[in-house]
C-alpha cells in the first residue's frame, strides 16, 4: 500500500477501536462516522465508549497524531482501503436489515480508485458480499471487481468487556472476491495486528503452531491460534460464514443449558452445581450457563443472519429456529420463577415494588442492544409492578443515583445483568434488613445459601 491513507467507516465498539489501531500502526487514518455528536466527542480527544482498553487505545492513536474522525464523507477522497464497521441489525420480523450498509457503500463509492481495497468486517449473512455488495458497488462506481478494486471480509470479532482479548490480539479470518484480493487484506490486517499469516487449510493439516493461554474461568490451559493471527479462507463466501455459524454455535449451547435448567427445575437439581461438575471434564465442553435472556449484536442477532442464508437456499434450520425460540423465551421463563417465588410470600405482582438489575446486555458493558431487559421491564410493567431500575454502567433507565437507594421500599430483586461491582456491593449488603423478600437470580451469580439463612427465597434459572 503506497498511499498509507486508509477510511474506517462507523465508529462504533467495532471501528473505534479498529481506526485507533490503525492509526497507533502509523496509517493515516480517516474516521468516518455519521452521528456528529459522537466526532465531536472523539475531535476532543475522549471516547464516546466506556471500556478501559478502548480508550487507552484511542489516547495512544490520538497521541500519534494520525486518527481523524469526521462526518464529512469527503475527507475520504485518496483513501486506499475502506474498512466498513456499521451495525448490521435485524428489523422487528427478525429478517436482517441490510440498510446501514448500503449507506455505507453510497459514502464510500464516489472515492473507490484504482486498486482500493473495501473490506466489510460488519457481520453479514453469506452471500451478502457476492450477491448485494459486489453488483451494488459495480453498478455505483462503473467499475469491475478484481480488475479496478478489491473486495474482501474480515467479520469483526470484538468481545466488548474482555481484558485478555481486544482489537490488539484477536485471531481474525478473511476472504475475498479474487486471490489477490484476500492477499491484498491478509497483509493489511497481519500489517495492523503484527501476527502471522495462515491459509485455512493449514488448521485441517495440522500446519498451524497453537499458544497455550490459562483459562481463568475452568483453571485449565486452552489451545488458541497466535495472538492476533490472520487466516486466508478460500473464499469470501466461508469469512462470511464463520462469524454467524461460530456465534451460531455459541447461541444454540446456550439454549441447550437453558433447556437443562428447566429440566433442573422440574427433578430438584442445581444445575450450576451440575455444570460445575461437568466442566471438570477437560474437553468437549464451553461452558456454557443459562440465564434470563440472550442479548448484544452477535449471540442475538447472527443466527438470524445465517438462517436467512439457508431459508433462501431451501432448507428451513429447526435448529437454530429452536434455539432462538428457547433463548427468546427465557426472560418470560424468568418471569415465572418470579411470580412463583412472589407467590410463595404471599405478595402478588401487582402492586409489588420490584428492583430490576441490569440494563446492559452482559455484565461489565455499558451496551443495551438487544438486551432482555427491556423484555422484562415491559412485561413486569403490564402486570402492574412497581419496579426500581439500576445500572452502574448504564444510567439512563436508573430509577435512583445508587444501589441502596434504589432498593429501598422493594420486596424482590431481579438481576438481569451481574455488573461485578454492582453484584459486589449487592453482596455486602443486609438484604433482609432492607425487606427483601425474594431474589431471582437471573444470572445465578449470587450464593443461594447465604441468602437463605437471611430468610430470603432464592430463585436461580434452573437452581435452588
Same mark, same amino acid.
Not at 417 to 444: E, F, P, S, Y
Given at each position: 500500500?503506497?498511499?498509507?491513507?486508509?477510511?474506517?467507516?462507523?465508529?462504533?465498539?467495532?471501528?473505534?477501536?479498529?481506526?485507533?489501531?490503525?492509526?497507533? *500502526?502509523?496509517?493515516? $487514518?480517516?474516521?468516518?462516522?455519521?452521528?456528529?455528536?459522537?466526532?465531536?466527542?472523539?475531535?476532543?480527544?475522549?471516547?464516546?465508549?466506556?471500556?478501559?482498553?478502548?480508550?487507552?487505545?484511542?489516547?495512544?492513536?490520538?497521541?500519534?497524531?494520525?486518527?481523524?474522525?469526521?462526518?464529512?464523507?469527503?475527507?475520504?477522497?485518496? /483513501?486506499?482501503?475502506?474498512?466498513?464497521?456499521?451495525?448490521?441489525?435485524?428489523?422487528?420480523?427478525?429478517?436482517?436489515?441490510?440498510?446501514?450498509?448500503?449507506?455505507?457503500?453510497?459514502?464510500?463509492?464516489?472515492?473507490?480508485?484504482?486498486?482500493?481495497?473495501?473490506?466489510?468486517?460488519?457481520?453479514?449473512?453469506?452471500?451478502? /458480499?457476492?450477491?448485494? $455488495?459486489?453488483?451494488?458497488?459495480?453498478? *455505483?462506481?462503473?467499475?469491475?471487481?478484481?480488475?479496478?478494486?478489491?473486495?474482501?471480509?474480515?467479520?469483526?470479532?470484538?468481545?466488548?468487556?474482555?481484558?485478555? !482479548?481486544?482489537?490488539?490480539?484477536?485471531?481474525?479470518?478473511?476472504?475475498?472476491?479474487?486471490?489477490?484480493?484476500?492477499?491484498?487484506?491478509?497483509?493489511?490486517?497481519?500489517?495492523?495486528?503484527?501476527?502471522?499469516?495462515?491459509?485455512?487449510?493449514?488448521?485441517?493439516?495440522?500446519?498451524?503452531?497453537?499458544?497455550?493461554?490459562?483459562?481463568?474461568?475452568?483453571?485449565?490451559?486452552?489451545?488458541?491460534?497466535?495472538? %492476533?493471527?490472520?487466516?486466508?479462507?478460500?473464499?469470501?463466501?466461508?469469512?462470511?460464514?464463520?462469524?454467524?455459524?461460530?456465534?451460531?454455535?455459541?447461541?444454540?449451547?446456550?439454549?441447550?443449558?437453558?433447556?437443562?435448567?428447566?429440566?433442573?427445575?422440574?427433578?430438584?437439581?442445581?444445575?450450576?452445581?451440575?455444570?460445575?461438575?461437568?466442566?471438570?471434564?477437560?474437553?468437549?465442553?464451553?461452558?456454557?450457563?443459562?440465564?434470563?435472556?440472550? %442479548?448484544?449484536?452477535?449471540?442475538?442477532?447472527?443466527?438470524? !443472519?445465517?438462517?436467512?442464508?439457508?431459508?433462501?437456499?431451501?432448507?428451513?434450520?429447526?435448529?437454530?429456529?429452536?434455539?432462538?425460540?428457547?433463548?427468546?423465551?427465557?426472560?418470560?421463563?424468568?418471569?415465572?420463577?418470579?411470580?412463583?417465588?412472589?407467590?410463595?410470600?404471599?405478595?402478588?405482582?401487582?402492586?409489588?415494588?420490584?428492583?430490576?438489575? #441490569?440494563?446492559?446486555?452482559?455484565?461489565?458493558?455499558?451496551?443495551?442492544?438487544?438486551?432482555?431487559?427491556?423484555?422484562?421491564?415491559?412485561?413486569?410493567?403490564?402486570?402492574?409492578?412497581?419496579?426500581?431500575?439500576?445500572?452502574? !454502567?448504564?444510567?439512563?433507565?436508573?430509577?435512583?443515583?445508587?444501589?441502596?437507594?434504589?432498593?429501598?421500599?422493594?420486596?424482590?430483586?431481579?438481576?438481569?445483568?451481574?455488573?461485578?461491582?454492582?453484584?459486589?456491593?449487592?453482596?455486602?449488603?443486609?438484604?433482609?434488613?432492607? #425487606?427483601? *423478600?425474594?431474589?431471582?437470580?437471573?444470572?445465578?451469580?449470587?450464593?443461594?445459601?447465604?441468602?437463605?439463612?437471611? %430468610?430470603?427465597?432464592?430463585? %436461580?434459572?434452573?437452581?435452588?
Amino acid at each position: 500500500m503506497n498511499n498509507k491513507k486508509i477510511a474506517v467507516i462507523g465508529l462504533g465498539y467495532v471501528g473505534l477501536p479498529l481506526a485507533s489501531l490503525c492509526a497507533v *500502526k502509523d496509517y493515516q $487514518v480517516v474516521g468516518f462516522e455519521s452521528n456528529q455528536k459522537i466526532v465531536d466527542i472523539l475531535s476532543c480527544g475522549k471516547s464516546h465508549i466506556i471500556d478501559i482498553k478502548v480508550e487507552a487505545l484511542l489516547s495512544k492513536a490520538n497521541d500519534s497524531g494520525n486518527f481523524h474522525p469526521t462526518a464529512n464523507n469527503e475527507k475520504l477522497a485518496d /483513501c486506499v482501503a475502506y474498512l466498513i464497521c456499521v451495525p448490521t441489525p435485524i428489523n422487528s420480523n427478525n429478517d436482517p436489515d441490510i440498510k446501514p450498509l448500503i449507506s455505507a457503500l453510497d459514502v464510500i463509492a464516489p472515492y473507490i480508485n484504482k486498486d482500493d481495497l473495501i473490506v466489510v468486517e460488519s457481520t453479514v449473512f453469506p452471500g451478502t /458480499c457476492d450477491d448485494i $455488495v459486489l453488483p451494488y458497488l459495480e453498478e *455505483k462506481t462503473g467499475k469491475k471487481v478484481g480488475v479496478d478494486f478489491q473486495l474482501a471480509h474480515c467479520p469483526e470479532r470484538v468481545n466488548p468487556g474482555d481484558d485478555f !482479548w481486544t482489537t490488539e490480539n484477536i485471531p481474525r479470518v478473511v476472504g475475498a472476491t479474487t486471490q489477490k484480493g484476500v492477499k491484498a487484506a491478509a497483509d493489511l490486517y497481519v500489517s495492523i495486528l503484527g501476527g502471522d499469516l495462515f491459509d485455512v487449510r493449514d488448521i485441517r493439516k495440522s500446519l498451524r503452531p497453537k499458544i497455550s493461554i490459562a483459562d481463568t474461568k475452568s483453571g485449565y490451559e486452552i489451545s488458541q491460534p497466535p495472538l %492476533g493471527s490472520v487466516t486466508m479462507m478460500r473464499s469470501i463466501r466461508d469469512a462470511e460464514a464463520v462469524k454467524a455459524m461460530e456465534n451460531t454455535v455459541r447461541d444454540v449451547n446456550i439454549a441447550f443449558v437453558n433447556e437443562l435448567a428447566k429440566i433442573s427445575d422440574v427433578l430438584n437439581l442445581d444445575v450450576v452445581d451440575v455444570i460445575d461438575g461437568m466442566s471438570t471434564k477437560p474437553f468437549g465442553k464451553g461452558p456454557f450457563f443459562p440465564g434470563a435472556g440472550v %442479548g448484544g449484536h452477535c449471540i442475538a442477532v447472527d443466527p438470524e !443472519w445465517l438462517k436467512d442464508a439457508a431459508k433462501r437456499a431451501g432448507y428451513m434450520p429447526e435448529i437454530i429456529q429452536l434455539a432462538r425460540n428457547t433463548n427468546n423465551g427465557m426472560p418470560e421463563y424468568a418471569i415465572s420463577l418470579l411470580q412463583d417465588a412472589l407467590n410463595e410470600k404471599a405478595l402478588p405482582i401487582k402492586g409489588t415494588r420490584i428492583t430490576v438489575l #441490569g440494563v446492559a446486555y452482559k455484565k461489565n458493558v455499558d451496551d443495551a442492544r438487544e438486551s432482555p431487559f427491556f423484555e422484562i421491564h415491559n412485561v413486569l410493567k403490564k402486570k402492574g409492578a412497581e419496579l426500581s431500575v439500576y445500572d452502574s !454502567w448504564i444510567s439512563k433507565e436508573n430509577t435512583s443515583d445508587t444501589l441502596e437507594e434504589t432498593l429501598k421500599g422493594s420486596k424482590a430483586i431481579f438481576i438481569v445483568t451481574d455488573h461485578d461491582d454492582c453484584i459486589n456491593q449487592l453482596k455486602n449488603m443486609d438484604l433482609a434488613n432492607l #425487606g427483601i *423478600k425474594v431474589v431471582v437470580d437471573g444470572r445465578n451469580c449470587l450464593d443461594s445459601e447465604s441468602l437463605t439463612a437471611q %430468610g430470603i427465597l432464592y430463585r %436461580g434459572v434452573g437452581r435452588r
